[in-house]
């Protein structure tokens, strides 16, 4: 609803354009009458090109010299003064939007003003569309029968706006072209193409057209399609989308003008023919080996489509590998890190009621390391409690860090330090506490080792 919309409001602003206007000066009882006739009012906002308009003017007095301007960051030509003769004259108009006005794309309308010597000053707005250049052009093409020499490719200009020097390079599986051509507003050119490729191991269906479009040092580019027929006149279009559920639909259209029969093969092996849902059910189903070969047949009349579809959903076997590749990075981790630190946490009963977490670090060696500093963060709104288990080797001046020295481990052999932490306020909910790390060295190399987060959840305390 709103692209036919959008499409009527093009359609009517030339018509709205084109209605007589009188305009009366300000300062005189003066008055002329202007048609204004858009010859491309379409200002793409890449480049400096002009709206042009044909202004037919009816001057009921005498001759008089005129200049046209905007107050607004809009610059009209004609540049100086001309002169409007009495009775009906014609003058091309142009106009060029500043940058700043360019950086916003859609309808512009602004007050421009034609000042006479003797008339004064009349006042009338005009109406400037303003477009990106990627919407500027459209590749589309005819479509290509196997004996034909040559490709049509259409190159159309979208927008009421006149395109000069525009230089293409096409590009295909079919040939390769430059070229360079003229485009008036909404115009469409037929280019033809020499076909240079070979194409007799191509089958038939959709090919993609590539064109590189240089337009006043802006460069786009534009895909189109080029549809190869087969020899009875059946038109392909194969799509594949998904990758864990992956679906395949394959049309067949008869572009000809004779009843055809349309045949599909699709192929399956042997995991993901258990995975497939095809609709419509195949006529045939031949196995082979590991894998199965699925065949489709109707008769289609002309302009009539053939569709079938085949999804396949790999979402169990993802998973599957998913968790397979989780858990083999995970033993990889645990069996080549020199150090793993496993971090544990327990709840403690206090005689007072004040909320105590036991922690349990279990550092166990993978290699021969020597010169390991355990260090650990308490959470915040706690204090460690230091009548129990093995007191810090060193405590940080704001008592948050803590860290114990081990002169050596061997590999094979772990330890376990505890500590405790308390606090006098009632905490519940999630209670997660930071990864404690390891710095030591193997083989006169310094390294550093990570734990797990570890987390704690209480309840509301009565």
Request: glycine share 4%.
């Amino acid at each position: 609803m709103k692209t036919t919309l959008l499409i009527l409001l093009l359609l009517l602003v030339p018509l709205v354009i084109a209605q007589p206007v009188t305009l009366t000066s300000e300062s005189t009882d003066a008055t002329i009458e202007i048609e204004k006739i858009s010859k491309g009012n379409v200002v793409i906002s890449e480049l400096n090109n002009p709206a042009i308009y044909e202004f037919r003017i009816n001057n009921p007095g005498p001759d008089d010299t005129f200049q046209i301007y905007s107050l607004v960051s809009v610059s009209m030509s004609p540049k100086g003064k001309f002169v409007l003769p009495r009775g009906n004259s014609t003058i091309e108009v142009y106009a060029y939007p500043a940058e700043e006005l360019r950086k916003n794309p859609g309808f512009l309308s602004f007050e421009y003003q034609l000042k006479g010597n003797e008339k004064g000053i009349f006042k009338d707005t005009l109406l400037i569309n303003v477009v990106p250049i990627d919407e500027l052009i459209e590749v589309s093409s005819h479509p290509f029968h196997p004996n034909d020499t040559e490709a049509i490719v259409q190159i159309t200009n979208t927008k009421s706006t006149n395109i000069e020097d525009l230089k293409i390079k096409l590009e295909s599986k079919l040939f390769e072209t430059e070229t360079e051509i003229d485009l008036a507003p909404l115009e469409q050119k037929n280019i033809s193409v020499q076909i240079n490729r070979d194409i007799s191991k191509l089958v038939a269906g959709p090919y993609e057209i590539k064109a590189k479009i240089n337009l006043q040092d802006e460069t786009i580019t534009e895909y189109g399609t080029l549809n190869y027929l087969e020899k009875e006149g059946t038109m392909v279009d194969r799509q594949t989308e998904g990758f864990i559920v992956r679906k395949t639909i394959i049309r067949k259209t008869n572009v000809g003008n004779t009843p055809v029969t349309a045949e599909v093969e699709l192929k399956k092996d042997v995991l993901s023919r258990l995975l497939t849902l095809n609709s419509p059910m195949p006529d045939k189903t031949e196995r082979s080996g590991l894998s199965s070969t699925y065949t489709w047949q109707k008769t289609i009349s002309p302009s009539e489509t053939f569709t079938i579809s085949s999804t396949t959903n790999y979402t169990i076997p993802a998973i599957i590998i998913a968790i397979i590749v989780a858990i083999a990075l995970a033993l990889k981790f645990y069996s080549f890190s020199p150090l793993v630190i496993n971090k544990k946490t327990s709840l403690v009963k206090t005689k007072g009621g004040e909320f105590a977490l036991k922690i349990n670090l279990h550092i166990r060696a993978n290699s021969d390391i020597h010169n390991i500093v355990l260090s650990d963060t308490l959470p915040r709104m706690t204090n460690l409690y230091e009548s129990f288990g093995k007191k810090p080797d060193k405590i940080s001046d704001d008592k948050r860090r803590i860290s114990w020295e081990i002169p050596y481990l061997r590999a094979g052999e772990s330890r376990i330090i505890s500590y405790i932490v308390f606090s006098k306020l009632n905490i519940t909910g999630r209670f997660e506490l930071p990864s404690a790390a390891a710095s030591f060295k193997k083989d006169n190399e310094t390294m550093h080792s990570f734990s797990n987060r570890a987390f704690h959840i209480s309840e509301m305390r009565e």
